[in-house]
């Protein structure tokens, strides 16, 4: 299975030019419809897209409707509760375990991925499906 990693350095100028877009889409029916930034770097092919931050799930989940796939967002929702970055990320589920089992997910929701085989992905990964939310805790 292959994939492509991009690096998100403003999600505020992606959600900006989005809205920007869209506006002058709205105000100028005449010209051709453009297309954010955002939707035109992705490829046209993708199946899943998962955008993981160390900030809140709020601010990636606002490009949503400009997203050409699936789209499932993973952040860091509640309170700190780790001495460093990588055991945050795992209390949160944004580390790169939780987001392959996102991924997987969202290609078996869309048919791209045999969903049968989400539960022994779980297990490899070494998630703990009765863990409680994070953002609960």
Do not use: Q
Not at 54 to 80: C, E, Q, R
Not at 116 to 131: F, G, M, S, V
């Amino acid at each position: 299975m292959s994939s492509r990693v991009y690096s998100v350095t403003s999600w505020k100028c992606l959600i900006e030019d989005a809205r920007k877009t869209e506006r002058d889409n709205r105000l100028h029916p005449d010209r051709p419809a453009a297309t954010p930034y955002v939707r035109s770097t992705l490829a046209d092919d993708a199946h899943t897209v998962v955008a993981a931050s160390d900030y809140v799930t709020s601010v990636p989940l606002t490009l949503a409707k400009w997203m050409p796939a699936n789209y499932s967002v993973l952040g860091t929702d509640g309170f700190g509760r780790s001495e460093d970055r990588r055991r945050l990320r795992r209390f949160f589920e944004v580390d790169a375990e939780h987001i392959a089992l996102a991924a997987l997910y969202e290609l078996a929701k869309g048919g791209h991925y045999p969903a049968e085989k989400l539960t022994t992905a779980i297990r490899e990964l070494d998630i703990d499906p009765e863990k409680a939310p994070p953002w609960t805790v």
